[in-house]
């Protein structure tokens, strides 16, 4: 084993001789290759070669976006030179949780014994046993997980060798830890496919934006966006494991076949299909995708209103959700939420405003009067459906939700409101955002194309209103343009827009629509009357040279980010709980501990980092009454009846302040007003943890606190 140290042409044709020249004689071999194809050959040998330009572009964007993920990856953490339990270490809270379920079905027996373990697991949440692939949107891991056992069970076949170790000296005194890089080694081949997707992303970006602009300078301009405000468009590079970093690549693609479709005189059924394909895989690794789909089907209901979309080809796109959202309520195993959200509901109630179309033109005006009639029909319907649902299918777990955004814009406040709002990343959006898209170009740029979409929207519009057509039993299509799909994307970057400004996390789908939206500077459609195509070409490389100013100058900041990952207290704590629990101890805490003590401990726990079911947000509130300032004897109980053996307690969770009524016994005194002046339990239990529990482990971090059971003192 080898120690290695942590860093500190071709010719032209003369076409200008007179044809006589040749009189009688064979023509030339240049002249044969070129005046002997046919007008509709040589046309398709330019688009064949439009085609390899187009593709070549595309790849080297996804193979330069692939390069720039690992690289930032590898520089912030050393990822390459970590331990096996650094690295699930530096997998932080519910990034944790996820990987997890990869470690356990790698490292079971079998694959099908790992999947069951998966699905019927009693760690996550002791005693319950539950289907986190139900739960957690889990297909990822299990799809690399299987990637990964066959991966290695070939290459073992063969005798090729899939990684090499080393020794690693950490130095400051502390003992060497092996270290491996390669395919072989878990952690490396997870980061590795999760960076290949995002890469290819960044390929159908490029297509995506040529395709929008009708160039391949606007495929250009979208990828360069996107390099520019990388920062602002994704955080794969510092957390692989989410969800996001899956799913976010396959939406990209739906968004691709949907403007496809949308130009499409009559849609053709394979890109109905490829539609439907692309929904089941953006909804299937992540919850919070229908949320995105509702914002996507109300843009496409409102180009349908103004007349941007016929009711034929509104309903072809509606069937394919609707089917698709069939699939993945079977994948995932009846997952209530998938029916009972708004996003189920709005496509039943589009539907039906669609079906009744003809009965609203009858007894409206056309006009302004029936585009608000059916509006308010779809959002009434919607509501009406969607709290229905729910309570047949007695599902409360997106409650949550609703209860944000209410915070968002009125006084109300409770728990759980309070442990979103109070993370940065779910506040309102920072202004400084605004200047960084300013600094860029990138928010003038949309603004333009943003300014000239609405200017012939809005003439169109006028021009209904003055003179409107009688709509037909076949179609109410209101206008007749060929802008529908830019007034779309126009729609959707404005609800992204209200999202980010909502929720400032958020934002990391308005950057990338931007990116999009930005192709659209080299759109001749939109921009061919300010000046000939060469002129225009020549502006758009003027453009990317003043992008290019801090463009670069934000990636430079992003490289030069250099980080080494350690976290000595953590791996203290987890080698204590591996040497002195048994392996059925059950442990609360903190969720992003929960998640590590799961992952690399391998006990149970009864709380962890993903907050989306409403019995879990019950259970973490009984374990962060910790840090409340009610009695040890009421937190002990709750504790018991969990089951809970030992308690982790950090001080930080109870100091630590974001701003002023956010730290953890400020947001327990909204939910326990009547202790509200008292001190905090957690601070007790710093000082002297007994009667109700003793304090068997303890660092500068971390203080572990055993759960002393009513009338007896000795725990499993």
């Known amino acids: 084993?080898?120690?290695?140290?942590?860093?500190?042409?071709?010719?032209?044709?003369?076409?200008?001789?007179?044809?006589?020249?040749?009189?009688?004689?064979?023509?030339?071999?240049?002249?044969?290759?070129?005046?002997?194809?046919?007008?509709?050959?040589?046309?398709?040998?330019?688009?064949?070669?439009?085609?390899?330009?187009?593709?070549?572009?595309?790849?080297?964007?996804?193979?330069?976006?692939?390069?720039?993920?690992?690289?930032?990856?590898?520089?912030?953490?050393?990822?390459?030179?970590?331990?096996?339990?650094?690295?699930?270490?530096?997998?932080?809270?519910?990034?944790?949780?996820?990987?997890?379920?990869?470690?356990?079905?790698?490292?079971?027996?079998?694959?099908?014994?790992?999947?069951?373990?998966?699905?019927?697991?009693?760690?996550?949440?002791?005693?319950?046993?539950?289907?986190?692939?139900?739960?957690?949107?889990?297909?990822?891991?299990?799809?690399?997980?299987?990637?990964?056992?066959?991966?290695?069970?070939?290459?073992?076949?063969?005798?090729?060798?899939?990684?090499?170790?080393?020794?690693?000296?950490?130095?400051?005194?502390?003992?060497?830890?092996?270290?491996?890089?390669?395919?072989?080694?878990?952690?490396?081949?997870?980061?590795?496919?999760?960076?290949?997707?995002?890469?290819?992303?960044?390929?159908?970006?490029?297509?995506?934006?040529?395709?929008?602009?009708?160039?391949?300078?606007?495929?250009?301009?979208?990828?360069?966006?996107?390099?520019?405000?990388?920062?602002?468009?994704?955080?794969?590079?510092?957390?692989?494991?989410?969800?996001?970093?899956?799913?976010?690549?396959?939406l990209v693609l739906q968004m691709l076949l949907l403007t496809y479709i949308l130009r499409s005189q009559i849609p053709r059924r394979r890109a109905l299909v490829a539609l439907g394909v692309s929904n089941v895989l953006f909804m299937l690794p992540w919850q919070f995708a229908q949320f995105v789909l509702l914002t996507q089907i109300s843009c496409l209901f409102a180009s349908y209103i103004m007349g941007y979309l016929t009711p034929t080809k509104m309903q072809l796109v509606l069937i394919t959700h609707i089917i698709s959202l069939g699939v993945c309520f079977v994948l995932m195993f009846g997952n209530a939420m998938l029916l009972t959200s708004f996003y189920a509901s709005s496509l039943v109630s589009v539907w039906g405003v669609i079906a009744y179309r003809n009965r609203i033109a009858k007894a409206c005006k056309p006009g302004i009067i029936t585009w608000v009639v059916q509006s308010f029909a779809w959002l009434i319907s919607t509501i009406i459906l969607k709290f229905t649902m729910s309570m047949v299918f007695g599902a409360s777990d997106d409650a949550h939700i609703s209860s944000l955004i209410k915070s968002k814009f009125t006084s109300y406040k409770d728990f759980d409101t309070l442990m979103y709002t109070c993370a940065a990343e779910f506040d309102f959006m920072e202004r400084e955002t605004l200047f960084r898209f300013l600094r860029t170009l990138l928010l003038p740029i949309n603004l333009l194309v943003v300014t000239v979409i609405?200017?012939?929207?809005?003439?169109?519009?006028?021009?209904?209103?003055?003179?409107?057509?009688?709509?037909?039993?076949?179609?109410?299509?209101?206008?007749?343009?060929?802008?529908?799909?830019?007034?779309?994307?126009?729609?959707?970057?404005?609800?992204?827009?209200?999202?980010?400004?909502?929720?400032?996390?958020?934002?990391?789908?308005?950057?990338?629509?931007?990116?999009?939206?930005?192709?659209?500077?080299?759109?001749?459609?939109?921009?061919?009357?300010?000046?000939?195509?060469?002129?225009?070409?020549?502006?758009?490389?003027?453009?990317?040279?003043?992008?290019?100013?801090?463009?670069?100058?934000?990636?430079?900041?992003?490289?030069?980010?250099?980080?080494?990952?350690?976290?000595?207290?953590?791996?203290?704590?987890?080698?204590?709980?591996?040497?002195?629990?048994?392996?059925?101890?059950?442990?609360?805490?903190?969720?992003?501990?929960?998640a590590s003590v799961k992952l690399s401990a391998l006990r149970p726990i009864v709380n962890h980092p993903h907050y989306e079911d409403a019995g879990l947000r019950e259970r973490t509130k009984l374990v962060y009454a910790m840090y409340s300032r009610m009695p040890a004897d009421v937190v002990r109980k709750n504790l018991e009846k969990l089951q809970v053996d030992y308690y982790i307690l950090e001080d930080s969770w109870c100091t630590k302040r974001s701003r002023p009524g956010c730290s953890m016994p400020e947001i327990w005194d909204v939910e326990d007003p009547k202790n509200k002046g008292k001190v905090p339990l957690c601070t007790i239990m710093s000082r002297d943890a007994r009667p109700h529990f003793i304090t068997v482990f303890q660092n500068s971090v971390y203080k572990v606190l055993r759960v002393l059971r009513t009338g007896s003192k000795a725990v499993r």
């Open 1 to 250: 084993m080898a120690v290695k140290t942590r860093r500190p042409a071709v010719q032209p044709v003369d076409t200008e001789k007179s044809p006589a020249t040749h009189r009688g004689r064979r023509p030339p071999r240049e002249s044969r290759a070129t005046s002997g194809l046919p007008a509709g050959g040589r046309a398709a040998r330019a688009g064949l070669s439009y085609a390899v330009l187009i593709v070549g572009l595309a790849a080297l964007a996804g193979l330069a976006h692939w390069y720039h993920l690992s690289y930032l990856f590898e520089n912030d953490r050393h990822f390459s030179h970590l331990s096996t339990l650094e690295k699930e270490m530096a997998f932080r809270t519910e990034m944790g949780l996820y990987y997890s379920y990869y470690k356990t079905i790698i490292e079971a027996p079998s694959f099908a014994s790992g999947l069951h373990s998966i699905m019927n697991d009693r760690l996550t949440e002791y005693p319950l046993v539950i289907n986190t692939l139900k739960r957690f949107n889990l297909y990822p891991e299990v799809v690399l997980a299987s990637w990964y056992r066959m991966y290695t069970s070939t290459m073992d076949f063969f005798g090729i060798s899939t990684k090499m170790c080393w020794s690693v000296n950490r130095g400051e005194g502390l003992s060497p830890v092996e270290s491996c890089e390669g395919l072989g080694d878990p952690a490396h081949f997870y980061v590795s496919f999760v960076f290949l997707l995002n890469g290819v992303m960044m390929s159908l970006f490029f297509l995506y934006g040529t395709y929008l602009s009708g160039s391949w300078l606007g495929g250009t301009t979208t990828v360069l966006c996107f390099f520019f405000n990388h920062g602002e468009s994704t955080r794969v590079m510092w957390t692989p494991p989410l969800r996001e970093s899956f799913s976010y690549p396959f």
């Open 454 to 594: 609405v200017g012939k929207t809005t003439r169109d519009i006028w021009k209904f209103l003055i003179d409107p057509p009688m709509p037909d039993e076949d179609s109410t299509e209101l206008v007749t343009s060929a802008n529908g799909e830019l007034v779309f994307h126009t729609l959707q970057l404005m609800a992204f827009a209200v999202l980010a400004v909502l929720i400032m996390r958020l934002k990391l789908f308005l950057t990338p629509q931007m990116c999009l939206m930005g192709s659209l500077i080299c759109s001749r459609q939109l921009f061919g009357w300010l000046t000939e195509r060469y002129k225009h070409q020549v502006m758009v490389f003027a453009m990317f040279s003043m992008m290019a100013v801090q463009g670069v100058s934000n990636l430079q900041a992003q490289w030069n980010i250099m980080g080494e990952f350690s976290n000595l207290p953590q791996e203290e704590l987890l080698q204590w709980i591996q040497d002195n629990t048994s392996p059925d101890s059950v442990f609360a805490g903190a969720m992003p501990t929960m």
